[in-house]
């Protein structure tokens, strides 16, 4: 095939141009989107303007857009400090399960312990599970080099077939009726409002701060970073390999079971084995897109909470369904990581005319 | 085919990536029955020339001729229909086939193979340019030189006349190359033309007809090897003079065993290795590495140099032996142990950017990769070493945009002063050094000897692993040969020659 256009490796793109380049990719994804709704009879400025409307149009819609943004944001900050060592972490749904089964177990069996004590070992428990959960594909991987990606993503199906199994049989509400259904948590085992919604928003905004601070002014950061750039080097360099991969990954995990003991104290106020909702996967999406960067990260999960949170609301208004938000999602995700491609290469156009002489 | 026309003539020849000219308005000629030097330092555009006379490559602007006929290529195979055959630098063999397979494989040899008119046409074309490949051995089998010989006979039974070698003598030992020579010669007599590509003054003027000389993406000019002096084309190369001696101080009396009595540095004692698969890649080798002294160590690649560097360093297990840095036994130690001990050691290893940098992150990152581990408490001080990294940057000339630029982005010679930089900067007792000028132009080379015959003034032993045997008997007091793992000998630099080596490096007297 002969194409109209030169393709030459460039050097640097400056700064601006590399933004104008990611504004450019993600203005073209919302237009194909367009087009793909246009195809399906779907208004795309409705569509959406309302999104926008869905996810700002009122106090209770920004709040329940915060509401997704809290566990994207924490689950993405988990997901990042795997990344950063090149530690495909592909089971944050497991580990967000682990996180939520630990903080439940905390709260069903200490119903009347004061609300700040049992928070805190609910949050504990939840870290040690989820750390724990990640621990075992990267104990494997330290020792035997085992390929971490399909065993996180299998951990996931264990971690939530088994709490599945746990709502429908032992820890089945006796109460319920038959409907296979937790008990609620005790008053002190939900997490208090803080400014108008669950305490959560401040817990998130404290862990970018925080893996900000420790990915990049921290020695365990340093040799999280060095370790994924080159294993070679860090042997070189002295590091103990197994030690920082086992670090990372019970940090990334236990984040990731964070997120779980938000999402059931806060929102199911019960654990259910739904309740990772696709975050642990989303989450993946949204750490590429901030380039592993904690403080992009914050931004990439609020507008993609803003997708979220817009899709649920256009199937109400518009009885459009919800997947056409995760297809602009997954639109824009292509989108962008193809525009890596014309910061790395200048596309020059020619005219087929030329090309053709060219090809001969 | 016109019998006056050149085998091949590039007119105008232009080729960018990015902003970058890899090759500007370059004109060669190449005539049958000639050996064609391609002169020039890293850089200098001589591979990209060559990739795009055989088809990988194709020019911005510029027409190329192939026995007077002017020819476009599409890809690789329509430069192989021209009669032209490339030799690349790393062997693109199957391990495992045997040579005829190897050299079928890819042709268009109908679906039913003939293996005995097969092997009558390779003994054929063996015996018209005196290529001693036997048909049957399995490519693993062979040494180096006899890949070498079969990737010959592999362009040559494709129907090559034009044959383009890049850096063939790089893997050679001396008597290796000489045979090499000799099958050029050969070729050359049989009416082909043959191009080189190489960086080797010496090799130019013994081989070549003519010289074509790049630099930095243009022509500088074609001369007659029997009319030019090295030190002429040195300049064409660099741009300008270089004083191309090495000093050699000597700390020691005369001869290796003035010093016999004095306790080493570091002494290795009995070291055996064993690779992956249970071979041993260091066998019983033992050696003292003194103060004031630059240690060559010689030998074909793969001879067990990087597990000699890397066991001294800690990262190598052994099987057996000791090695005592001033006394102490550090054998069985690791990395941060080495480091955390205060063990002054500096290792410049084969792989900068992959082992001894990170080249994603800056000058600053990198020059606290070792270091870092003695920092107390949690959080990495930078601090200091955003100076130190600005110390070093100045000291050592090295072009940077600033000491926040990725070192992955610097030059080859760049690279290597921050790494040499940093190592030295530690204040080493022994520097491991492999391959430290590989891939550098003449300047950079001669900046790095000068920086390692100050680290021998001031005390250091270093260990040189090296290649290029002139360099190895002008810059070092002593030079052991490695054949196989094993020490084959250990030489007085000031009164050995390279074909003393060249026998040590084959096994020689064991």
């Known amino acids: 095939m002969i194409l109209p256009v030169r393709i030459t490796k460039r050097d640097d793109v400056p700064r601006r141009q590399a933004a104008?380049?990611?504004?450019?990719?993600?203005?073209?994804?919302?237009?194909?989107?367009?087009?793909?709704?246009?195809?399906?009879?779907?208004?795309?400025?409705?569509?959406?303007?309302?999104?926008?409307?869905?996810?700002?149009?009122?106090?209770?819609?920004?709040?329940?857009?915060?509401?997704?943004?809290?566990?994207?944001?924490?689950?993405?900050?988990?997901?990042?400090?795997?990344?950063?060592?090149?530690?495909?972490?592909?089971?944050?749904?497991?580990?967000?399960?682990?996180?939520?089964?630990?903080?439940?177990?905390?709260?069903?069996?200490?119903?009347?312990?004061?609300?700040?004590?049992?928070?805190?070992?609910?949050?504990?428990?939840?870290?040690?599970?989820g750390g724990v959960w990640a621990l075992i594909p990267a104990a494997f991987k330290a020792k035997m080099g085992t390929n971490e990606t399909i065993f996180t993503l299998m951990m996931n199906y264990i971690a939530i077939k088994f709490v599945m199994y746990l709502q429908y049989g032992p820890w089945k509400d006796p109460e319920s009726k038959g409907f296979p259904r937790i008990p609620k948590f005790s008053d002190a085992a939900i997490l208090p409002d803080v400014g108008g919604m669950h305490a959560g928003w401040v817990l998130m905004l404290i862990l970018v701060a925080a893996v900000f601070l420790f990915m990049n002014y921290t020695k365990k950061g340093y040799e999280i970073a060095v370790v994924g750039e080159s294993l070679e080097t860090a042997r070189y360099a002295g590091m103990n390999i197994p030690v920082i991969i086992m670090i990372a990954m019970f940090i990334s995990g236990g984040l990731c079971g964070l997120v779980g003991m938000v999402q059931a104290s806060?929102?199911?106020?019960?654990?259910?084995?739904?309740?990772?909702?696709?975050?642990?996967?989303?989450?993946?999406?949204?750490?590429?897109?901030?380039?592993?960067?904690?403080?992009t990260t914050l931004f990439v999960c609020l507008a993609f909470a803003v997708l979220l949170q817009g899709a649920d609301y256009i199937q109400l208004a518009l009885h459009v369904p919800s997947s056409v938000a995760q297809v602009v999602q997954g639109i824009i995700l292509f989108f962008v990581l193809g525009s890596d491609f014309f910061l790395r290469y200048r596309v020059k156009w020619i005219g087929l005319a030329r090309a053709r002489a060219e090809a001969e | 085919m016109k019998e006056s026309a050149p085998a091949i003539e590039m007119r105008g020849i232009s080729k960018s990536f990015g902003s970058a000219y890899a090759n500007k308005d370059i004109d060669l000629t190449v005539l049958p029955g000639e050996i064609h030097a391609?002169?020039?330092?890293?850089?200098?555009?001589?591979?990209?020339?060559?990739?795009?006379?055989?088809?990988?490559?194709?020019?911005?602007?510029?027409?190329?001729?192939?026995?007077?006929?002017?020819?476009?290529?599409?890809?690789?195979?329509?430069?192989?229909?021209?009669?032209?055959?490339?030799?690349?630098?790393?062997?693109?063999?199957?391990?495992?086939?045997?040579?005829?397979?190897?050299?079928?494989?890819?042709?268009?040899?109908?679906?039913?193979?003939?293996?005995?008119?097969?092997n009558r046409r390779i003994s054929e074309l063996s015996d018209r340019y005196g290529l001693d490949v036997k048909p049957d051995k399995k490519v693993y089998e062979m040494s180096v030189g006899e890949k070498q010989t079969l990737e010959i006979l592999k362009v040559l039974y494709r129907g090559a006349n034009i044959l383009i070698m890049d850096e063939p003598t790089a893997?050679?030992?001396?008597?290796?190359?000489?045979?090499?020579?000799?099958?050029?010669?050969?070729?050359?007599?049989?009416?082909?033309?043959?191009?080189?590509?190489?960086?080797?003054?010496?090799?130019?003027?013994?081989?070549?007809?003519?010289?074509?000389?790049?630099?930095?993406?243009?022509?500088?000019?074609?001369?007659?090897?029997?009319?030019?002096?090295?030190?002429?084309?040195?300049?064409?190369?660099?741009?300008?003079?270089?004083?191309?001696?090495?000093?050699?101080?000597?700390?020691?009396?005369?001869?290796?065993?003035?010093?016999?009595?004095?306790?080493?540095?570091?002494?290795?004692?009995g070291v055996t290795v064993y690779d992956k698969d249970k071979k041993a890649a260091l066998d019983g080798v033992s050696f003292t590495l003194r103060t004031h002294e630059i240690l060559g160590v010689a030998g074909v690649a793969g001879s067990g140099q990087k597990e000699l560097c890397e066991t001294i360093a800690g990262l190598q297990a052994a099987e057996k032996g000791r090695i005592f840095f001033e006394g102490q036994n550090i054998l069985g130690k690791s990395p941060r142990d080495i480091i955390r001990l205060g063990i002054r050691m500096g290792f410049i290893p084969e792989d900068r950017l992959g082992m001894g940098l990170v080249g994603s992150m800056d000058i600053v990152h990198n020059m606290i990769l070792k270091e870092y581990q003695n920092q107390r408490g949690f959080v990495l001080r930078r601090g200091p070493s955003a100076e130190k990294a600005q110390q070093i940057v100045d000291r050592l000339d090295i072009l940077t945009p600033s000491v926040h630029t990725p070192v992955s982005r610097l030059s080859g010679g760049n690279i290597q002063k921050v790494l040499l930089g940093r190592e030295i900067d530690s204040d080493p007792k022994v520097l491991i050094t492999a391959y430290p000028v590989r891939g550098l132009d003449i300047g950079a080379s001669f900046r790095i000897y000068d920086l390692l015959n100050e680290q021998k003034a001031r005390g250091v032993g270093v260990i040189f692993i090296g290649e290029d045997l002139d360099v190895l008997i002008e810059l070092c007091d002593r030079i052991l040969v490695l054949s196989g793992g094993r020490i084959t000998g250990a030489l007085d630099a000031a009164r050995t020659t390279k074909e003393e080596i060249g026998f040590l490096m084959t096994g020689g007297a064991a």
């Open chain 1, 20 to 129: 104008v380049i990611l504004v450019v990719s993600i203005v073209l994804a919302l237009v194909f989107s367009g087009v793909v709704m246009l195809l399906f009879g779907l208004n795309p400025i409705e569509v959406y303007g309302t999104i926008v409307q869905g996810a700002f149009g009122s106090a209770m819609r920004l709040e329940q857009t915060m509401i997704k943004a809290v566990p994207l944001t924490i689950a993405s900050l988990g997901i990042l400090v795997a990344f950063k060592m090149k530690f495909w972490n592909i089971g944050g749904e497991g580990q967000i399960m682990m996180g939520a089964l630990a903080a439940s177990w905390v709260a069903l069996n200490h119903p009347g312990l004061p609300q700040p004590l049992l928070l805190l070992w609910m949050g504990a428990a939840s870290v040690v599970a």
């Open chain 1, 266 to 295: 806060a929102i199911e106020k019960t654990l259910t084995w739904g309740l990772s909702s696709g975050y642990g996967f989303t989450a993946i999406i949204t750490t590429w897109l901030a380039r592993l960067n904690a403080v």
């Open chain 2, 38 to 118: 391609l002169l020039g330092e890293n850089g200098a555009g001589k591979s990209t020339l060559m990739n795009m006379l055989s088809g990988i490559y194709r020019p911005d602007s510029g027409s190329i001729f192939v026995n007077g006929e002017a020819v476009r290529f599409a890809s690789p195979k329509d430069s192989i229909k021209r009669g032209i055959g490339m030799i690349h630098q790393h062997f693109k063999l199957v391990d495992v086939m045997t040579a005829r397979d190897n050299i079928i494989l890819g042709g268009n040899s109908g679906f039913f193979l003939n293996n005995k008119a097969l």
């Open chain 2, 171 to 269: 893997v050679l030992t001396p008597q290796e190359i000489e045979k090499l020579f000799a099958i050029i010669r050969n070729m050359k007599a049989q009416g082909c033309a043959v191009v080189i590509i190489t960086h080797k003054l010496g090799e130019v003027m013994e081989i070549s007809d003519r010289i074509t000389v790049l630099r930095r993406g243009e022509a500088i000019a074609t001369v007659e090897t029997a009319q030019v002096e090295i030190p002429t084309l040195i300049e064409m190369m660099v741009g300008r003079r270089v004083d191309l001696s090495i000093k050699r101080e000597s700390f020691h009396g005369a001869g290796p065993d003035a010093l016999s009595g004095e306790q080493g540095l570091l002494c290795v004692d």
